[in-house]
């Protein structure tokens, strides 16, 4: 909104100092200011409203050292993070950008299933929630109407690179390329890092590539589902999911300003995406409402997010790493979720199977998640929160290194 009164200010008026406003790093810089203040000031009143209305987590006796200690710590605390960057982004994004939209839709729709998750757990006593199933329903929706904004869209598109042209006059001239709709993806770690889904369909005949969506808009769904459920097994110990998905949303928002910056993308080699750019002022605001969250939420946590946060923090996630066509690095980056989903597959189906089998069933881990295996190994979880934090900055920094290694 302040970006179009400014806008017209200085149109109008030419008012001292309104063209800051047109500089995307000025934005961003302002919504994470903002974003932090708002976290800081409004969560400890939002506590406090917890406190009082008596939103508080019951805890599963797990043996776990501490874990007693924290039943009836307020949850619902992604209200702070939700709070906290969507109200920045109305000051300083440009409301009508396809992805900015994409991604407050995307905010508010994986904090109401979040949401109600967390209030039929507190307000109903159904420790389970919302059944699965409806969980994973809300998911599948929101991945097909990111998959399909993604590819229908008109203004979702790539630009080709610039190419040298020699005249007829024998001189050189770069022309400048066009965008394109493009369903292209970088692929890390290859020289020609460039994987088209278009390719993956055209085997089966001529004209097969007008039916990619029904490969693309699926993958789409698998990876939102994916990243959500994982951010949302990660959310387990305090300060663990906030500080990580910090990291992960600061590393997606350097590619967002690189893929945004035809000088920068065409150093790196990377896709040229027309708009882009602006999606640093969102996770800008993002990475604002994480940090100020992660001040209370550090050990001893004043406040838990819930449900509510760490199923809206995979989707934004998942829907911006899509956005920038680095969905395939999100095994690498969000290497984190990645393990923590992995464990609880394995220890699941490990245990199925060594009880069909044997009639006992077997553990891989002594618990899982995997950052409950080392609770139960007898870390404390500052202790165990602080590498995973270090671990995931390892891994932000090999993903950078991706694009230049090929």
Same mark, same amino acid.
């Given at each position: 909104?302040?970006?179009?009164?400014?806008?017209?200010? !200085?149109?109008?008026?030419?008012?001292?100092? /309104?063209?800051?406003?047109?500089?995307?790093?000025?934005?961003?810089?302002?919504?994470?200011? #903002?974003?932090?203040?708002?976290?800081?000031?409004?969560?400890?009143?939002?506590?406090?409203?917890?406190? @009082?209305?008596?939103?508080?987590?019951?805890?599963?006796?797990?043996?776990?050292?501490?874990?007693?200690?924290?039943?009836?710590?307020?949850?619902?605390?992604?209200?702070?993070?939700?709070?906290?960057?969507?109200?920045?982004?109305?000051? #300083?994004?440009?409301? =009508? &950008?396809?992805?900015?939209?994409?991604?407050?839709?995307?905010?508010?729709?994986?904090?109401?299933?979040?949401?109600?998750?967390?209030?039929?757990?507190?307000?109903?006593?159904?420790?389970?929630?919302?059944?699965? @199933?409806?969980?994973?329903?809300?998911?599948?929706?929101?991945?097909?109407?990111?998959?399909?904004?993604?590819?229908?869209?008109?203004?979702?598109?790539?630009?080709?690179?610039?190419?040298?042209?020699?005249?007829?006059?024998?001189?050189?001239?770069?022309?400048?390329?066009?965008?394109?709709?493009?369903?292209?993806?970088?692929?890390? #770690?290859?020289?020609?890092? !460039?994987?088209?889904?278009? =390719?993956?369909?055209?085997?089966?005949?001529?004209?097969?590539?007008?039916?990619?969506?029904?490969?693309?808009?699926?993958?789409?769904? #698998?990876?939102?589902?994916?990243?959500?459920?994982?951010?949302?097994?990660? =959310?387990?110990?305090?300060?663990?999911? /906030?500080?990580?998905? /910090?990291?992960?949303?600061?590393?997606?928002?350097?590619?967002?300003?690189?893929?945004? &910056?035809?000088?920068?993308?065409?150093?790196? =080699?990377?896709?040229?995406?027309? @708009?882009?750019? !602006?999606?640093?002022?969102?996770?800008?605001?993002?990475?604002?409402?994480?940090?100020?969250?992660?001040?209370?939420?550090? +050990?001893?946590?004043?406040? +838990?997010?819930?449900?509510?946060?760490?199923?809206?923090?995979?989707?934004?996630?998942?829907?911006?790493?899509?956005?920038?066509?680095?969905?395939?690095?999100?095994?690498?980056?969000?290497?984190?979720?990645?393990?923590?989903?992995?464990?609880?597959?394995?220890?699941?189906?490990?245990?199925?199977?060594?009880?069909?089998?044997?009639?006992?069933?077997?553990?891989?881990?002594?618990?899982?998640?995997?950052?409950?295996?080392?609770?139960?190994?007898?870390?404390? !979880?500052?202790?165990?929160?602080?590498?995973?934090?270090?671990?995931?900055?390892?891994?932000?920094?090999?993903?950078?290194?991706?694009?230049?290694? @090929?």
């Amino acid at each position: 909104m302040l970006y179009y009164l400014f806008e017209y200010l !200085e149109k109008q008026y030419q008012f001292p100092g /309104a063209t800051l406003f047109q500089f995307l790093t000025f934005r961003a810089a302002m919504a994470v200011l #903002f974003s932090l203040i708002l976290a800081t000031t409004f969560g400890k009143r939002i506590i406090l409203f917890l406190k @009082r209305k008596q939103i508080g987590e019951t805890v599963r006796d797990l043996g776990l050292e501490g874990q007693k200690q924290k039943s009836g710590t307020p949850t619902m605390g992604g209200l702070i993070i939700i709070m906290s960057t969507l109200i920045p982004v109305l000051l #300083f994004a440009q409301l =009508d &950008n396809i992805y900015i939209v994409l991604l407050i839709v995307t905010t508010l729709w994986m904090g109401a299933i979040g949401f109600i998750d967390d209030y039929i757990k507190i307000f109903k006593k159904n420790k389970k929630g919302l059944k699965g @199933r409806f969980k994973v329903l809300g998911q599948v929706v929101l991945g097909l109407m990111v998959g399909a904004t993604l590819y229908f869209h008109s203004e979702v598109t790539m630009k080709e690179k610039n190419k040298t042209m020699i005249t007829e006059q024998y001189t050189v001239e770069e022309v400048e390329g066009q965008e394109v709709k493009s369903i292209k993806t970088n692929v890390p #770690f290859f020289k020609n890092n !460039e994987l088209d889904y278009t =390719d993956l369909i055209t085997w089966i005949g001529p004209g097969a590539e007008k039916y990619a969506w029904l490969l693309f808009i699926p993958i789409v769904i #698998f990876i939102v589902t994916a990243v959500s459920n994982g951010a949302n097994l990660t =959310d387990g110990i305090d300060g663990l999911a /906030a500080g990580t998905s /910090a990291i992960i949303a600061l590393t997606l928002g350097i590619f967002a300003w690189v893929s945004g &910056n035809i000088i920068f993308s065409d150093y790196l =080699d990377i896709f040229y995406i027309p @708009r882009a750019g !602006e999606l640093l002022v969102f996770i800008a605001a993002f990475v604002g409402g994480l940090v100020g969250f992660l001040w209370y939420n550090a +050990f001893p946590a004043q406040v +838990f997010m819930g449900d509510t946060g760490s199923l809206t923090i995979g989707g934004v996630i998942a829907v911006i790493a899509i956005i920038v066509r680095k969905e395939l690095l999100i095994p690498l980056l969000c290497g984190i979720f990645f393990a923590e989903s992995l464990s609880v597959m394995m220890q699941v189906s490990y245990f199925k199977y060594t009880k069909n089998k044997t009639g006992e069933g077997k553990r891989i881990f002594l618990m899982s998640p995997l950052h409950h295996h080392y609770q139960k190994k007898g870390y404390h !979880e500052s202790k165990i929160v602080t590498r995973f934090w270090i671990i995931g900055i390892l891994l932000a920094i090999i993903t950078f290194v991706t694009l230049k290694v @090929r």
